[in-house]
């Protein structure tokens, strides 16, 4: 704090800090002598003057008459002592406290962190450590002590300085990193490294003294270089580079059995691992979300364009190119079927690669695992491949969209998910679908389309460059190169075929073809040969670059060959690439969710988001509620509907085959008989099997009303429709009566025929009454049938302006002749004679009507049935008072023949007794049945994808569907992200 203070004789003193403020206050206010005053000034001059210069108005001194006595210095000192010890005490209380709340801090860290006591019986003590650490590094110093320091001769230098100094330098750096990677993986091994361990590293450690010796040699023969020729120079310098070449190899070879070494320890501990934490939850593996993630995208079609561009390996390149062989070299087993130059990969192939203590397969949508290491599973894998590639081309086609998803697992392999992609062609063969070609770079372009897939190109070394197809190909995708690796297969062909070698380095530093790539490879993929084992493919590759002129001529760069390295630089491009996009990919899917809500929200306010499973599972509730409904019928209806069925199923037959041919005989005895023989032969026949399908219909109907009657409710979701008509319908297609149904009915039948007996008036009455009511109802028909026949009356004519036809007018006029005739007899038989047609005709023929006779005897039929129904009414109505003249047998005498009631109770007690079997039949036995049907067909249609989404569809499927979708993909993103960060 800072004051201007007016002092007694007119100074202006400026006073720094609260303290000295108040203290100057005081000893200006009181009356002391000049001296107080002076000692206030000072402290402050000397405050300003260590700080910076000050103004020379701001201080004004008395005169040099005042002094500064010795006592205002020791008053100086103590405040600055005080000061300091102010300020010390501040830093020392800060410092306390903000180790304080860093303790805090640290506490609320360890508490939150997760319990690892379990890790502690798998990791090794501190002492192992300790002993392992010791014995690394005196193995380290023996060795380096060993090494002799590489030093060229200067004339030596002269021919190839620049060249030496690399290889040495690099031959240094080798060595270290071999010792350092063996330090490490043997103190990660916790103890369980070989006791070949030291004796190996001493024995290379020989190696290179041998080399440090061979190089003393030459510095000694340095001196004679000066004479030797150009030639021999190049001569020594290529000898020198095998041997160097050789070392490598040796030591690239050391460092591959190490990690061999390492990955034995690792399934080791894993299973040990596997074994203490086998209570707890089981952790996904990384890479498996990333799959599932994957799989979810498969089959995914937004509306909204969220489009897939999660990262995946593309394995893309000519047929016959080595795609496959590339890819079953990183899998690290022989996979998938091969075939001589046809075409093997008919469908897109997602193999997921994770780390695992087993080396084995399986399929997503199986649970069945393959042991990679045996040879008869592997063949049984490869059958696998190639049946699912057969299953998914339909209709005719050669390659197909569908996706075939598998995973592989085994110790050491790299975190990836790849997709084998069928071959480039250029020309269709007749054995192909016409569209082939197109159909294979549409499945190309839409997975090298996404901008986060990583394109491996697959180039044939043993074909030349210009036949090419997948560069072009991918030269438009990725015209950059920024995600594109490019790998040279089949390099042992193309080292015999070359004679240019620079063809091939061209190639590898990509200056051949137009297309860019962020890294060049060149792995050899074996003989030729389906029955080689991977490990005698990389034992032929090593073998090949080690003795390879093309390796040897600096062609290739040690970097740039085999399968391993090539795993290696991919495995690390797609995590880069997954780190970099999976978030972005998170957001929109996040986005598109929030679109689907709101457009469910606007559309469907008061409906739940059912997708297509759940909307079936409702659909299948309520169809077999509908069939327990069916217990509700009661007895008489069921009854009531059965025999109503029957009759108008065997209506016709009655009249036609069994109560016409018998009521044109001339007495009641001949009347019965034929009515019996015909009545037996119908029950022995079809009535049985009519009345079984009766009571399937009637079935069918009960049911189908109360579906129709289910859509009047309130509750009732159109969305069901076509679903549940789809199901009954099968259902009842499906169904058939049980087969001793007809038998069982047809005792029944033939006894109820049999008897003749009207036992009461009630009886007598009810014939009556079904006798009548059938010849009205077949009255009725029948005169339709005329009216059509005949066309309008005249009545019709005059009131409705209907005119009848040429045809109409001469079945009127042939209809009016057959009348007559049946006026004249009463009792006419049901057919015409010869003389009776021939009258017919000539009388029409004189009205100006030409007629044949085959035209009258079809118009006779109606006209004579109208006849003789009007005469069996009429009968009908005389027999209602006669059932004691029948039951007296008086029928006779009272010249009233009812042999027509009799036939038609009989034939009315038969439905009666039928309608009450079929009746127990339905409910006891069909009504089960058909629920049981019912249950299969829903059952098939739950398996059947494509059936459900023909028979659920609209928008609000569609649109649950989409949105369950978007829900899963997103949990999944959300989840593998919080794992990736984790891991990190």
Not at 64 to 87: D, E, F, H, T
Not at 205 to 231: D, N, T, V
Not at 888 to 899: A, Y
Not at 932 to 937: G, L, R
Request: neutral net charge.
């Amino acid at each position: 704090m800072q004051k201007l203070v007016k002092g007694r004789f007119g100074y202006i003193i400026r006073v720094v800090g609260v303290s000295q403020s108040r203290w100057a206050r005081q000893m200006l206010t009181s009356r002391q002598d000049h001296e107080k005053v002076r000692t206030v000034v000072v402290p402050v001059v000397r405050h300003y003057s260590s700080l910076r210069p000050l103004r020379g108005d701001l201080l004004k001194f008395p005169g040099p008459n005042y002094g500064i006595p010795s006592r205002g210095i020791g008053m100086i000192v103590a405040r600055v002592l005080r000061g300091a010890l102010k300020i010390r005490y501040l830093l020392l209380g800060g410092t306390i406290a903000g180790g304080s709340a860093l303790a805090k801090t640290y506490e609320q860290w360890k508490e939150a962190l997760p319990d690892t006591k379990f890790l502690e019986e798998l990791m090794p003590s501190q002492e192992e450590l300790d002993a392992i650490r010791t014995a690394l590094i005196s193995y380290r110093d023996k060795i380096k002590d060993s090494v002799p320091d590489f030093t060229l001769d200067p004339k030596l230098k002269e021919l190839g300085e620049s060249k030496y100094d690399q290889l040495v330098l690099w031959f240094k750096e080798r060595l270290d990193d071999a010792i350092k990677a063996a330090e490490e993986e043997k103190t990660e091994g916790s103890g369980f490294f070989t006791d070949d361990f030291s004796s190996d590293l001493k024995q290379h450690a020989i190696s290179f003294s041998a080399m440090g010796s061979a190089a003393e040699k030459e510095r000694e023969k340095a001196g004679l270089y000066q004479s030797l020729k150009p030639e021999t120079i190049r001569e020594k310098y290529e000898s020198l580079q095998e041997e160097l070449m050789q070392v490598q190899l040796k030591y690239q070879k050391e460092v591959e059995r190490l990690e061999k070494e390492n990955k034995e320890l690792r399934k080791s501990l894993m299973l040990r691992a596997g074994d203490k934490i086998a209570h707890k939850k089981i952790k996904k593996s990384l890479i498996d979300m990333y799959s599932e993630v994957l799989d979810e995208l498969c089959d995914y079609d937004s509306s909204y364009d969220t489009q897939d561009h999660l990262p995946r390996v593309v394995v893309v390149g000519d047929q016959s190119s080595g795609k496959t062989s590339v890819l079953e070299m990183v899998a690290q087993a022989r996979i998938f079927p091969r075939g001589a130059g046809e075409m093997m990969t008919r469908a897109p192939v997602m193999v997921t690669l994770s780390e695992g203590p087993y080396h084995i397969a399986s399929f997503k949508d199986s649970t069945r695992e393959f042991d990679l290491t045996k040879e008869s599973e592997l063949s049984e894998l490869r059958k696998e491949v190639e049946l699912r590639m057969l299953n998914s081309v339909r209709l005719g086609r050669t390659v197909s969209h569908e996706v075939i998803s598998m995973t592989v697992k085994g110790p050491g392999l790299q975190r990836m998910v790849l997709v084998d992609l069928p071959g480039i062609i250029s020309t269709v063969t007749t054995d192909m679908a016409s569209d082939t070609r197109e159909a294979i770079r549409s499945i190309s372009e839409q997975y090298m389309s996404n901008p986060n897939a990583i394109i491996l190109c697959i180039q044939d070394g043993s074909v030349d460059a210009e036949r090419s197809n997948v560069t072009d190909l991918v030269s438009q995708m990725d015209p950059q190169g920024k995600r594109t690796i490019f790998v040279l297969t089949k390099v042992d062909l193309a080292e015999e075929n070359l004679t240019n070698p620079d063809r091939i380095r061209k190639i590898l530093s990509g200056k051949l073809f137009p297309m860019k790539a962020l890294g060049y490879f060149a792995v050899v993929t074996g003989k030729g040969s389906k029955e080689d084992s991977i490990q005698a493919i990389k034992d032929y590759e090593e073998s090949f670059f080690r003795n390879s002129r093309l390796f040897k001529g600096g062609v290739i760069n040690s970097h740039q060959c085999t399968t391993r390295n090539l795993s290696f630089a991919v495995s690390e491009c797609f995590w880069k690439m997954v780190r970099d996009t999976v978030e972005q990919q998170a957001d929109a899917f996040k986005a598109t969710r929030f679109n689907l809500e709101t457009e469910w929200k606007n559309n469907f306010p008061r409906t739940r988001e059912l997708d297509r499973d759940e909307l079936f599972e409702k659909a299948r509730g309520e169809i077999l509620d509908e069939v327990v409904n069916l217990s509700q019928v009661s007895p008489k209806q069921w009854e009531d509907a059965l025999s109503k069925k029957m009759w108008d199923k065997m209506v016709t037959h009655i009249f036609e085959n069994i109560y016409l041919p018998a009521a044109q005989t001339e007495n009641s005895g001949t009347f019965n008989t034929t009515a019996d023989i015909k009545l037996k032969q119908w029950a022995d026949g079809m009535l049985p099997k009519k009345c079984v399908e009766v009571g399937w219909e009637t079935l069918e109907d009960e049911f189908r009303k109360f579906m129709e009657r289910a859509k009047n409710s309130k509750d009732h979701d159109d969305i069901f429709d076509s679903l549940k008509a789809c199901v009954v319908d099968e259902a009842m297609r499906r169904h058939e009566w049980e087969d001793k149904a007809a038998d069982v009915l047809r005792v029944i039948q033939l006894n109820a025929l049999e008897d003749r007996s009207v036992h009461d008036k009630q009886q007598w009455d009810a014939a009556c009454k079904f006798l009548e009511e059938s010849v009205k109802d077949k009255l009725h028909t029948t005169e339709s049938t005329l009216r059509e026949m005949v066309g309008p009356s005249t009545k019709e004519q005059w009131m409705y302006w209907s005119y009848p036809t040429e045809e109409q007018k001469r079945r009127a006029a042939v209809k009016s002749e057959l009348e007559n005739i049946l006026k004249s007899d009463y009792k006419h038989k049901n057919t015409l004679t010869y003389d009776e047609v021939t009258q017919v005709r000539k009388n029409a023929q004189a009205q100006g009507v030409d007629v044949d006779n085959e035209f009258i005897r079809e118009t006779w039929h109606p006209v004579y049935r109208r006849h003789f129904l009007r005469r069996a009414l009429a009968k009908a109505y005389d027999c209602r008072k006669a059932f004691y003249a029948y039951h007296q047998g008086l029928e006779g005498e009272l010249g009233v023949e009812c042999n027509d009631v009799v036939l038609f109770w009989r034939i009315q007690q038969m439905i009666r007794i039928t309608a009450n079997a079929l009746r127990q039949q339905v409910m006891n036995r069909e009504a089960r049945r058909l629920e049981k049907e019912i249950k299969e067909v829903l059952e098939e249609y739950g398996c059947d994808r494509d059936k459900k989404e023909h028979l659920l569809t609209g928008r609000r499927v569609m649109l649950a569907e989409e949105l369950k979708r978007v829900r899963q993909i997103q949990e999944k993103l959300e989840e593998f992200i919080y794992a990736l960060n984790a891991e990190k």
